[in-house]
């Protein structure tokens, strides 16, 4: 199938704890993105990696991919109770069309 | 900052109505994209759209399903007859270019099928 697969499905972690998500594939990709979306509302960009890059920061945010292993993830540093929300592994399909996978479902407590 | 607006938030619709949920794409954007989560599960693909024609459709978006940009600012989609089954959260994005992959999406549209 096209869609990434993450894992954990869900993860509770401290407030000040880092959160890691990885994201597995079996397609060739032109780029990998990683999206958010709190309580089934709104979905946010977060950050987008291309296949020949294999790292990238935004902020709080690392992203890494190993087009080799077909994997990425997603590190959240010194995590907030605000970013607890659904972090989805996006693959990016024929007409430029989003293909989500399930999530992995983060609570940050406090 | 510019952002893809939707609307109705909510909408509660009997069985066999038409609806129709609208979006204001961000301006300058040339690719429009309809996607739905049904309670629970993942973003699905609807239809994709681009120089006033869809691109492409799923198989989801069958022929109660259609989608218009009717004045070059809102884009809408209209489900002609409702089944219970199309109970979801229904979300828009826009994407500026080809070059740019980046999808920027509304905060959704809630339809209850009754």
């Known amino acids: 199938s096209q869609q990434g697969e993450e894992d954990p499905q869900a993860l509770s972690i401290q407030e000040g704890e880092n959160a890691t998500m990885n994201c597995s594939y079996k397609t060739s990709i032109n780029n990998l993105q990683w999206y958010r979306q709190n309580s089934g509302r709104g979905l946010v960009h977060l950050i987008l990696?291309?296949?020949?890059?294999r790292e990238k920061h935004s902020g709080r945010l690392r992203v890494t991919l190993d087009t080799s292993k077909k994997s990425s993830s997603l590190l959240i540093t010194a995590s907030r109770a605000a970013d607890t929300a659904s972090y989805f592994c996006v693959l990016r399909g024929s007409s430029y069309k989003l293909i989500f996978g399930s999530g992995t479902r983060l609570l940050v407590r406090p | 900052e510019p952002e893809v607006t939707q609307t109705p938030s909510h909408q509660v619709t009997q069985m066999g109505q038409e609806v129709i949920l609208r979006c204001v794409p961000i301006?300058?954007?040339?690719?429009f994209y309809w996607y739905r989560q049904i309670l629970g599960q993942k973003v699905e693909f609807l239809v994709s759209f681009y120089n006033n024609e869809i691109s492409e459709k799923s198989e989801i978006f069958d022929d109660q399903f259609s989608v218009e940009r009717p004045d070059g600012s809102n884009f809408t989609l209209k489900i002609r007859s409702t089944k219970l089954e199309d109970s979801a959260m229904y979300f828009c994005?826009?994407?500026?270019?080809?070059?740019?992959?980046?999808?920027?999406f509304g905060p959704g549209t809630r339809l209850l099928v009754l």
């Open positions: 990696i291309r296949s020949n890059e």
């Open positions: 301006s300058n954007h040339l690719y």
């Open positions: 994005a826009s994407m500026p270019s080809s070059g740019q992959e980046t999808q920027y």
